[in-house]
């Protein structure tokens, strides 16, 4: 064969191996960096760095801490970014921004908001991060993107945290201003946001966080519509009505006209992009109020969905809507995960949702198809007076659920079998069900309430899910704790309120001084999406002392881990899976192995994880960074391995390292 014949072999060869295997396109972080809230756009939350490993990872040591004590106290959800050589990250309600040397946390600037009013009457004064953009990849003009509590989209120069005077008004947009008002309400402590912005395309998508629901009987609030900004400029390029005027498409699904007044379907959690196909993708919440919605009738579009947007024009592509008319708050705060897969030979460009519910739904990212079945399935129908159920829910075929939908008998604690019968017992007055059983009226000495599972809360949450791109697998931690879901009549009666008022069902019985349900209480489960199977699930951390304490007392010896009741944010390398145990959990950094979920080594940490972690290459080290609690206030931790003796820098790894920090200035 000529030296030519070979060439074009060679070239068509890589050229077909490009084509069949989709996953080249999400490829999670890449040169050691991590520049996005979730890694990269696509939030697989996977770095392909191997420097920290399962035979090294013991050896990891605390590299640096940043005390959040002098900005406005308490515990954070941050997860930093790093980008050419410099870490970011908000702390404080003020969502303080800050610049740090990713290798030894001195700070390089700082900005503060001062917001006044707006602040003190913000909705949401969380803050999980911000986003990096940069002008090529010379990182020219490159920006820091956040919200603030009291709703301003603010654009910093990333070098010095000066505002960047040419977007918006010297450096800021209003985004009170922006919004597509339809009602009366004013805005103003209503509509924030608490989730970091998503920069695509040259376009920053907004996601916005409302007035929570809860128990309250409100039936009306502002709408959560999406909007979209031109990251150089500030100026509004669009706006997408997650509940529909009158007119547009689904507006239909509300009956009764019910949505000129209804509000939130917000994008409170943090959303993804494709920067190849150009969309973005949002998963919606659900409509005001969370647990009665007898005054919106109707499925409600396009609460509790996936919706696929064209990022450059705002025009929806496709949606899925995965909770009909939601009364449980199943919404959907956990990132959309893009992740291609190969089913059945198949290579599919697939994005993965989960949420509250427990359930994971892979759809064809480019068209919103199933990848597999996902029917409408019969669910029991509400008798609340006025209240309005779906006859039908969907349900996904495959994968199998990662936590308890639902509840049987069978899900109650057994052991032993008077534990059983007691647990049995303890269910008097209460009605159980399966997926989605509805809400139902207490009534003195006759309903309680109804078991629902999992409850509000439960399931995953915003610390979200991670993939490896490279075999397929998506990881998610989540928390078994069941709700009593009811309710009663709003009193006094006021037509401005819903008719019901949700929530008050009480506190789940224990037995014992154990939980109802059966461990794990919280867990890790680890799916291989080629398959739509579990490959394996295991409980997150030990056994929580006051469970260790019932068992005792009970004489109840070698049982299992039953894992802390916690959601864990989880961050995957080329060689391992790492988390903490989320709030409420043990202040320790575990590492899994990826394929078996073996757990492989825990290390001590200042306090317990608040927030999801993220790792990176800095002078060819790996850092492994999370947001941990404290007393007066949280800190940010930094592992990595020793320093060698004798040597000025850390050690090698294949995932590429960042260059030396830009020397920031002070303001």
Same mark, same amino acid.
């Given at each position: 064969?000529?030296? #030519?014949? &070979?060439?074009?072999v ?9 084509l ?6 999400q ?5 050691g ?17 191997? %420097? ?6 013991k ?35 003020? &969502? ?37 953009? !940069? ?8 920006? *820091? ?9 603010? !654009? ?8 960047i ?23 103003v ?11 695509? /395309? ?9 007035? %929570?629901?809860?128990?309250?009987? /409100? @039936? ?51 959303? +993804? ?25 109707g /499925? ?13 024009? =705002? ?40 949420g ?12 919103? #198809? ?7 399935v019969?669910?029991a %129908?509400t ?6 159920? +779906?006859?039908t ?10 936590? *308890? ?7 109650l ?22 997926p989605?059983?509805?809400? +139902? ?13 999992p $409850? ?6 915003? #610390? ?7 075999? $397929? ?21 006021d037509?401005n309120? !819903? ?12 037995? #014992?001084?154990?939980?109802?349900? @059966?461990?794990?209480?919280? &867990?890790?489960?680890?799916y ?24 005792? @007392? ?11 009741? !916690?959601?864990? =944010? ?23 192995? @990826? ?5 492989i ?9 608040t ?5 990176y290459?800095?002078?060819? &080290? ?11 206030? $949280? ?9 060698p003796?004798?040597? $000025? ?7 590429g390292?960042?260059g ?8």
């Open positions: 064969m000529s030296r #030519q014949l &070979r060439r074009l060679y070239t068509a060869a890589i050229i077909f191996i490009a069949a295997q989709p996953g080249l396109a490829h999670g972080t890449r040169d960096e991590w520049r996005s809230y979730a890694g990269d756009n696509g939030s697989s939350r996977f770095a392909p760095l191997d %420097q920290i490993t399962r035979d090294n990872f050896n990891l040591q605390v590299a640096w801490s940043w005390k959040f004590d002098n900005f406005g106290g308490g515990n954070s959800e941050t997860t930093p970014v790093m980008a050419n050589g410099v870490l970011y990250f908000t702390v404080g309600q003020r &969502r303080n921004v800050i610049a740090v040397n990713p290798g030894t946390g001195e700070t390089l600037w700082t900005w503060r908001p001062d917001e006044g009013a707006r602040f003190e009457q913000a909705p949401r004064k969380v803050g999980r991060g911000v986003a990096y953009w !940069a002008d090529g990849p010379g990182n020219n003009d490159a920006r *820091i993107i956040t919200v603030t509590p009291g709703f301003q989209l603010v !654009a910093l120069n990333a070098k010095t945290g000066v505002p005077r040419e977007f918006g008004k010297d450096g800021s947009v209003d985004l009170f201003t922006q919004l597509d008002l339809t009602t009366p309400l004013d805005p402590g209503k509509i924030g946001n608490s989730s970091a912005p998503v920069v695509s /395309n040259g376009v920053i998508v907004i996601g916005p966080a409302l007035t %929570q629901g809860g128990t309250s009987p /409100n @039936k009306e609030n502002v709408k959560g519509d999406v909007m979209a900004f031109d990251v150089r400029t500030g100026k509004k390029l669009w706006t997408f009505h997650t509940i529909p005027r009158f007119g547009e498409a689904g507006y239909e699904t509300w009956l009764n006209e019910s949505a000129t007044y209804s509000g939130n379907v917000g994008v409170w959690g943090p959303f +993804s992009a494709d920067d190849e196909l150009g969309n973005v993708y949002l998963a919606t919440e659900s409509p005001t109020n969370d647990g009665y919605g007898g005054h919106r009738p /499925n409600n579009l396009f609460s509790d969905s996936v919706v696929c947007l064209n990022i450059k024009t =705002g025009k929806m592509i496709w949606y899925r809507q995965l909770i009909h008319h939601d009364i449980w708050d199943y919404d959907m705060p956990v990132h959309p995960i893009l992740l291609d897969i190969t089913v059945g030979g198949r290579p599919i460009k697939a994005v993965v949702q989960m509250k519910m427990a359930l994971a739904y892979v759809l064809d990212r480019t068209n919103g #198809q199933p990848v597999w079945p996902i029917p409408d019969p669910v %129908q008798d609340v007076p006025t209240e309005w159920t +779906s006859p829910q969907p349900i996904p075929s495959k994968p199998p659920a990662f936590d *308890i939908v639902g509840v049987t008998t069978d899900d604690i057994n052991f032993t079998p008077a534990l059983r019968a007691e647990a049995q017992q303890a269910l008097a007055g209460y009605r159980i069900g399966g989605f059983a509805p809400p +139902s009226l207490v009534v003195p000495d006759a309903n309680k309430g109804t078991l629902v599972a $409850g509000f809360g439960g399931g995953a949450n915003w #610390q979200s899910g991670a993939a490896d791109p490279e075999t $397929g697998f998506v990881y998610v931690g989540s928390l078994t704790r069941p709700f009593i879901a009811g309710v009663v009549k709003t009193d006094p009666p037509p309120k !819903a008719a019901y008022t949700a929530g008050r069902g009480g506190q789940v019985p224990t037995v #014992q001084g154990l939980p109802l349900l @059966k461990p794990p209480y919280g &867990r890790i489960t680890a291989d999406m080629n398959r739509g199977d579990i490959a394996w699930q295991v409980p997150n951390g030990d056994t929580p002392p006051n469970i260790k304490e019932a068992f005792a @007392k009970l004489g109840l010896t070698n049982v299992p881990p039953t894992g802390f009741p !916690a959601q864990v =944010g989880l961050v995957v390398t080329r060689t391992l899976l790492v988390g903490g145990e989320g709030g409420g959990g043990r202040p320790l950094l575990h590492a899994y192995d @990826k394929k078996t979920g073996e757990s080594a825990e290390l001590p940490m200042p306090g317990s994880q927030a999801v972690p993220m790792t290459m800095y002078q060819n &080290r790996q850092f492994i960074v999370m947001a941990v609690a404290g007393q007066p206030a $949280g800190l940010l931790v930094a592992f990595a391995l020793p320093v003796v004798g040597t $000025g820098g850390g050690r090698g790894g294949r995932g390292a960042a030396g920090a830009n020397q920031g200035q002070r303001n």
